[in-house]
């Protein structure tokens, strides 16, 4: 069984003509979650929508390196939580340890 598109023709007696003027889209540089952010603690969560969590989640991590200035912050989430809704948690910043070696070990023996 396959699917078909039903198309529906315009009707012309639907359509009109408005003076209204053209005003464009509404940008903000801070994003459209950034009044929920700017008021959430680390390790708050920020309830949404059940499936919604990695979206929000990853707007909130460019939003915390922008406007916090966290290198590399840590945000976890959970698109369902027990109460049937996502989270999203801001745990803290990775710290930026130095590489190390399998050779490391042996140095210190030497």
């Known amino acids: ?4 598109a039903v ?6 007696a639907d359509l ?14 801070e994003g459209k979650y950034a009044e929920i952010f700017r008021k959430v603690k680390q390790g708050q969560r ?8 990695g979206g929000i989640a990853h707007a909130y991590a460019k939003w915390l390196k922008k406007n916090v ?3 590399q912050p840590i945000v976890r989430t959970k698109d369902r939580c027990d109460d049937g809704k996502g989270g999203v948690w801001w745990l803290g910043e990775k710290e930026n340890k130095p590489a190390s070696t399998v050779w490391a070990p042996l140095k210190k023996a030497a």
Do not use: F, H, L
């Not at 198309?7 to 012309?12: A, D, E, G, L, S």
């Not at 920020?46 to 969590?53: D, L, N, Y």
């Open 7 to 12: 198309y529906k023709p315009i009707n012309p």
């Open 46 to 53: 920020i309830v949404c929508p059940e499936g919604r969590a």
């Open 16 to 29: 009109s003509i408005s003076n209204d003027p053209y005003t464009g889209r509404e940008r903000t540089d």
């Open 69 to 71: 200035g966290a290198k």
């Open 1 to 4: 069984m396959t699917k078909t």
